[in-house]
């Protein structure tokens, strides 16, 4: 028996009876976009339905709008519910305007109406009468399965245009832009959001003074600060850090970026992407401050103590050492050996060398134990020193790190006042409308640069005057480490990392029997060399960071 056929002889016995007056009815509508429900559409549809039930005498008991595709089945809500009255037999008749606004897929056609024909239900088409016959069924069939190749090919165009879009240097015009911007009306430019753009701004600089995702979300909401919607004032965390990560703010970002990509947060590995040229998107953060964002999450990633299984284990865990052929940070490995006949543990920094090509790294290790006490032996004995430690910071306090870049910011942000000031005075003075117009256009623009320069400036002042605070804090900074330095060899392992973090330690491994590269070269923001003897075995190599190295 063809699929579309009747499957109960007793719901047979009722559809081949005449259609009672009355019958319950229910109107179903549906398209497949929200551009399609906002225009004629669903009126168009809901009028010829209802006309239909009215010249066949149906008691229309309700209208069931949904937009959501027709090649899906499962996942249409409405046409869910619908089934389930159809299942009850809380109605007698479902009416619908065409038969591909049901389904699309020939397949799907024919289980809504075999369901509806087990349960004595009968789908009814305005457009089309529903022929049971068995040509009818193969009709149905055909068209379903025209319908469904007419949606793939939509789906192909519809691809290729947004693709052609994206090549061409234009966004695509999503529902709404990403958060600090704002379309114009021609839905092919971006502009800065003058009341969203200060949050991104704002957001960026709390978390470089150190706040956590959760307590930039936390003061967003407190303060009742919309969300992107604009229907909720609850910032998420991880919201926040979309945000941080977006390199749109910084005119980078990057279109056509599909799969796992975009879900792994890896859109510059995407073979397909395509950059935007630059001025797509207006900058809202520094280059300087996007990347020490960028810095800063990656290493509280790698340091977290949720990403290791024993995070107490070594000092110099996540990140602090990396491997001097790939790159790579060392991860802890353990392993049990036996020693006349009593089990010990080595606990070794180990390099996978996933950076390199394979056979490229020689993957080199170190024994933790070794490595943690030598490095801290160079910690411990710089921090009972402080006369040291003040005297270097005074030399890197010695000048002001942002009086030249402010100096810059005035003078551009002058010279920006002077050009408003030289348009404004022309369109008061012209009687071309059309000069007038581009004069005004030229003003516009004069007056979002001069708002660009203004934060700009107001950042290099915030820095300023940090800058400044540092220098009224050497003081305290000097009580401090006299403090330390009575107590540094009974530091718990939580202060020994983050004395690590603020010295920026990192160190390189290499190989042993490497007769080319040290066995293990430390790199810090002070100079962990000068408290200690030099010994033959060590060198110092002259950078911007103190660099100690060993060969043994």
Known sequence: MDGASIS???????????????????????????????NYSLDTQRAACELFASERGFTVINVVTETFSGVTLWERPALSQLRQRIKANDIDRVICYDLDRLSRDPEHLIILLNEAEFHGVQYEFVREPLDDSPEGALVRFVRGHAARREHSLIKERTQRGKHARVKSGIPLAARRASYGFAWDDTKKRLLENPSTADVVRRIFADYLQGKTFCQIAFALSREGIPTASGK??????????QILRNPQYVDRGLGWVTGNYARKRKPQDCPDAVRFPEGTFPRLVSDEDFAAVQRRMEKNKERAS???????????????????????????????RQKGGNP???TNYVCDGYRADPGRCPKPSISVRSLDGAIWERVSTLLKRPEVIIAELRRSHATDPVAKDLKVAER??????????????????????????????????ESAQRKRLTVERDTLLDRQHTWNAGQTDLSDLARWCDAMAASVDDLDYETRRLLLDALDVSVKVAKSTDQERPRWQITAALPLDRPLPLTPEQTIQPNSSAIVTCTT
Do not use: M
């Not at 719901?11 to 081949?16: E, F, H, R």
């Not at 909720?232 to 850090?241: A, K, M, R």
């Not at 010279?415 to 004069?439: F, G, K, M, P, Y």
């Open 344 to 346: 010990f543990t080595l």
């Open 412 to 445: 551009e942000l002058s010279a920006s006042l002077r050009r408003q000031s030289n348009l404004a005075a022309s369109i008061a003075v012209t009687d071309d409308e059309d000069v007038r117009l581009l004069l005004l256009t030229d003003l516009a623009d």
């Open 232 to 241: 909720s004032q609850h910032w998420h965390p991880e919201v926040i850090g």
């Open 306 to 336: 949720r990403n290791n299984k024993q995070p107490h284990s070594a000092l110099l865990r996540g990140g602090l050492v990396t491997c001097a052929y790939c790159g790579g940070r060392l991860h802890v490995s353990s392993v049990t």
């Open 8 to 38: 109960s002889s007793a719901a047979n016995d009722q559809l081949t009876q005449p259609l009672l007056a009355g019958a319950r009815a229910v109107i179903y509508i549906r398209v497949s976009t929200g551009a399609q429900e906002a």
